[in-house]
């Protein structure tokens, strides 16, 4: 019998509180899930960071840590952590994402707002172009980036994706480091960010790397706030340079009330709901993990504390 310790908010508890236990026993697993324990005898932590914990160093028999969340900033340099850390890498979440960047991608391709804005009696005909005359940067290629690049390019959009290492994915020109960065974001009509948020990727967009996008680029921004320098991103904004920004994520979150971010008029904000980690499928996914590394198969999806994700 392991034990398995589920440390997040405790309202979200309800949620998973009969499905955890239940998925775990359907990988064959006789697990107990519980809210509290004693430390040494808890094997595995599913864990997100608004449960609170924050010191693993009574945890000495624990064997690794399942992540409830694909982003792993707050816990990845903790350095009471000397067990592996997967990432949630789940499928509730990757349709969520995807939904949500096609719905912003399509918004700004169309040039929906002009529409929907309108009520000055009008009639002003803008057709916008096909989606394959529409180049889109996905920077990220992880599991989100690449699934939301599949999509777009399923839909035609022209789609160049940026990673660290580099990648050959069908339908999509991949390019990976500083200077196919440069290339990419030189042709980035729209460009999305699904990147995690590490000292290599902070104030990644910065005054340099905005000023190669085309003219009235839109930045459509999932990732992480501090991927983007804000005050390079105001002033592009203001100039016009930048056209648009869809930000979901903000180095301070909730956003302060009186950010300029809401109330530019080329800015939207959306308050970090780009994908929420769905318990239905999250918990199909957290207990197969852990059930492998039971196996001794290896945990999936672990980050690498070196790289930050
Ligand atoms: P992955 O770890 O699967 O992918 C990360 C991608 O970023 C990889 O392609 C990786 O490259 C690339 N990358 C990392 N560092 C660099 C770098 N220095 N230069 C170039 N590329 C880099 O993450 P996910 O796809 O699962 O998630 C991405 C992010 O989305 C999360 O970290 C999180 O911040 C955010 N997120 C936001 C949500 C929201 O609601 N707003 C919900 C869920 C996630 P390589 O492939 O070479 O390793």
Same mark, same amino acid.
Not at 134 to 149: D, I, K, N
Not at 153 to 162: E, I, K, P, S
């Given at each position: 019998?392991?034990?398995?310790?589920?440390?997040?908010?405790?309202?979200?508890?309800?949620?998973?509180?009969?499905?955890?236990?239940?998925?775990?026993?359907?990988?064959?697993?006789?697990?107990?899930?519980?809210?509290?324990?004693?430390?040494?005898?808890?094997?595995?932590?599913?864990?997100?960071? =608004?449960?609170?914990?924050?010191?693993?160093?009574?945890?000495?028999?624990?064997?690794?840590?399942?992540?409830?969340?694909?982003?792993?900033?707050?816990?990845?340099?903790?350095?009471?952590?000397?067990?592996?850390?997967?990432?949630?890498?789940?499928?509730?979440?990757?349709?969520?994402?995807?939904?949500?960047?096609?719905?912003?991608?399509?918004?700004?391709?169309?040039?929906?707002?002009?529409?929907?804005?309108?009520?000055?009696?009008?009639?002003?005909?803008?057709?916008?172009?096909?989606?394959?005359?529409?180049?889109?940067?996905?920077?990220?290629?992880?599991?989100?980036?690449?699934?939301?690049?599949?999509?777009?390019?399923?839909? =035609?959009?022209?789609?160049?994706?940026?990673?660290?290492?580099?990648?050959?994915?069908?339908?999509?020109?991949?390019?990976?480091?500083?200077?196919?960065?440069?290339?990419?974001?030189?042709?980035?009509?729209?460009?999305?960010?699904?990147?995690?948020?590490?000292?290599?990727?902070?104030?990644?967009?910065?005054?340099?790397?905005?000023?190669?996008?085309?003219?009235?680029?839109?930045?459509?921004?999932?990732?992480?706030?501090?991927?983007?320098?804000?005050?390079?991103?105001?002033?592009?904004?203001?100039?016009?340079?930048?056209?648009?920004?869809?930000?979901?994520?903000?180095?301070?979150?909730?956003?302060?009330?009186?950010?300029?971010?809401?109330?530019?008029?080329?800015?939207?904000?959306?308050?970090?709901?780009?994908?929420?980690?769905?318990?239905?499928?999250?918990?199909?996914?957290?207990?197969? =993990?852990?059930?492998?590394?039971?196996?001794?198969?290896?945990?999936?999806?672990?980050?690498?504390?070196?790289?930050?994700?």
């Amino acid at each position: 019998m392991i034990t398995v310790l589920f440390s997040a908010r405790e309202d979200i508890w309800p949620n998973y509180e009969t499905r955890l236990p239940e998925a775990l026993a359907e990988e064959g697993l006789a697990a107990r899930v519980v809210r509290e324990a004693d430390p040494a005898e808890v094997d595995w932590i599913v864990y997100a960071p =608004n449960g609170g914990l924050t010191d693993f160093s009574p945890f000495t028999k624990l064997k690794g840590v399942q992540s409830l969340w694909a982003g792993v900033e707050q816990i990845v340099g903790n350095p009471t952590l000397k067990v592996p850390l997967a990432r949630m890498v789940d499928p509730g979440m990757t349709e969520g994402m995807v939904e949500w960047v096609t719905g912003h991608v399509l918004r700004h391709h169309l040039g929906m707002d002009a529409d929907i804005k309108r009520t000055d009696g009008q009639w002003v005909r803008h057709v916008a172009p096909l989606a394959r005359e529409r180049t889109v940067a996905m920077l990220g290629l992880g599991a989100l980036g690449t699934a939301c690049a599949r999509a777009l390019a399923g839909l =035609n959009f022209d789609v160049r994706g940026w990673s660290r290492s580099e990648k050959r994915i069908d339908g999509i020109t991949c390019a990976h480091g500083d200077e196919g960065l440069a290339e990419v974001l030189r042709e980035a009509e729209i460009a999305v960010l699904l990147l995690p948020d590490t000292p290599a990727t902070t104030n990644l967009l910065d005054a340099v790397r905005l000023a190669l996008m085309p003219n009235g680029a839109v930045i459509i921004n999932p990732g992480r706030g501090p991927l983007i320098d804000d005050d390079a991103l105001l002033e592009a904004l203001d100039e016009g340079r930048i056209g648009h920004a869809t930000l979901d994520v903000f180095r301070e979150e909730p956003l302060p009330a009186g950010h300029p971010f809401w109330h530019h008029p080329r800015v939207t904000v959306t308050p970090h709901i780009a994908s929420e980690t769905r318990p239905v499928t999250a918990v199909r996914s957290a207990a197969a =993990n852990i059930a492998r590394a039971e196996r001794g198969e290896g945990l999936l999806h672990t980050v690498d504390f070196g790289l930050g994700y």
